[in-house]
């Protein structure tokens, strides 16, 4: 009962269960992923991902498979097999558990995209994070600018990421924020 073989077994049959069943099994792939070879990823476990991140119940669950995938990939093939599955999840609607989950990673994604995908995909991503009405998924959209700081553009800092992040400090904490903005922009 090899955890490797058990898992592609169960990716044969995944899609007639339940999302409760579904969410477990990729919450648990992820510490089984390293034991499956590379080869696989691409070939049996990107593709089952692939629906799944179609299925807002389920999406949580399944990019935390993705995400290691994505963090143990090269940059060719996190560009060439990864990439073309994972970008609609930029753009469609998530749950908060999934948003965080990709605000909490953005540096291991944002390491590895072409520049024209940050800008196209990844920051609106988090532009519109910092617009939500959430307090999680402010507080993560917070938390990863503080991680990619040193991968954004200044002008992108300037003009899109200190003003939200200024909207944000301002709703939440009932006190102007330009003193913790000054200290951010030194």
């Given at each position: 009962?090899?955890?490797?073989?058990?898992?592609?077994?169960?990716?044969?049959?995944?899609?007639?269960?339940?999302?409760?069943?579904?969410?477990?099994?990729?919450?648990?792939l992820?510490g089984?992923?390293?034991?499956?070879?590379?080869?696989?990823?691409?070939?049996?476990?990107?593709?089952?991902?692939?629906t799944?991140?179609?299925?807002?119940?389920?999406l949580?669950?399944?990019?935390?498979?993705?995400?290691?995938?994505?963090?143990?990939?090269?940059?060719?093939?996190?560009?060439?097999?990864?990439?073309?599955?994972?970008?609609?999840?930029?753009?469609?609607?998530?749950?908060?558990?999934?948003?965080?989950?990709?605000?909490?990673?953005?540096?291991?994604?944002?390491?590895?995209?072409?520049?024209?995908?940050?800008?196209?995909?990844?920051l609106?991503m988090?532009?519109?994070?910092?617009?939500?009405?959430?307090?999680?998924?402010?507080?993560?959209?917070?938390?990863?600018?503080?991680?990619?700081?040193?991968?954004?553009?200044e002008?992108?800092?300037?003009?899109?990421?200190?003003?939200?992040?200024?909207?944000?400090?301002?709703?939440?904490?009932?006190?102007?924020?330009?003193?913790?903005?000054?200290?951010?922009?030194?």
């Open positions: 009962m090899e955890p490797a073989v058990h898992a592609l077994q169960y990716l044969d049959v995944i899609q007639m269960k339940d999302s409760t069943h579904k969410s477990h099994f990729y919450h648990s992820q089984t992923l390293f034991s499956i070879p590379k080869k696989l990823w691409f070939q049996h476990v990107l593709p089952s991902l692939k799944e991140l179609q299925s807002p119940e389920v949580a669950a399944a990019l935390q498979p993705l995400l290691f995938m994505i963090e143990e990939s090269t940059v060719e093939e996190y560009q060439n097999e990864i990439l073309p599955v994972f970008r609609t999840v930029f753009s469609m609607p998530k749950s908060v558990q999934a948003t965080v989950t990709l605000l909490e990673n953005l540096d291991i994604i944002m390491k590895k995209t072409p520049k024209s995908d940050i800008k196209a995909d990844v609106p988090l532009y519109s994070a910092f617009e939500s009405t959430t307090p999680q998924i402010q507080c993560a959209a917070l938390q990863a600018v503080t991680q990619i700081s040193d991968i954004l553009e002008q992108a800092v300037r003009k899109m990421v200190l003003p939200r992040t200024k909207q944000v400090f301002d709703n939440n904490s009932g006190v102007k924020a330009s003193n913790k903005f000054h200290y951010l922009r030194e």
